[in-house]
């Protein structure tokens, strides 16, 4: 079964930038698809921010087009989000999570089938 580790989280002004990553393992990364996801303090978990298939296609949510790119490096079965301009709402503890070959993007956290613990990012001054 894939595991995935996301590390990268901290305190961050805003304005700033910071960069997740989201490491996988048990199986090779390049037969999933991964997605990001993001749940704020006292909100329900939103639906995929961004998401990267296994043939390098990205997927991003209005919300995070042009702040947030994910990226991914198949050899090192890590999947990056680079966030930039980072504002006090993207604060929350920030998630990764695979699924298999089939329908991309997926949108929905129980569309996929492997999720990382999370991740806390703060925006703060």
């Known amino acids: 079964q894939l595991q995935l580790v996301e590390s990268g989280g901290g305190l961050v002004r805003p304005g700033g930038s910071l960069t997740l990553s989201c490491k996988a393992s048990?199986?090779?990364?390049?037969?999933?698809?991964i997605g990001w996801f993001r749940r704020a303090p006292g909100k329900e978990r939103e639906g995929v921010l961004c998401?990267?298939?296994?043939?390098?296609?990205?997927y991003y949510a209005d919300s995070v087009k042009g702040r947030f790119t994910i990226s991914r490096d198949d050899a090192r079965d890590t999947v990056y989000l680079q966030m930039i301009s980072l504002k006090p709402e993207d604060t929350g503890v920030y998630y990764c999570?695979?699924?298999?070959?089939?329908?991309?993007?997926?949108?929905?956290?129980?569309?996929?089938?492997?999720w990382g613990q999370g991740t806390q990012v703060t925006v703060s001054a």
């Open positions: 048990g199986l090779p990364l390049k037969y999933y698809a």
């Open positions: 999570a695979g699924k298999g070959l089939g329908r991309f993007p997926a949108y929905s956290w129980d569309d996929y089938d492997s």
């Open positions: 998401a990267s298939s296994n043939d390098g296609t990205s």
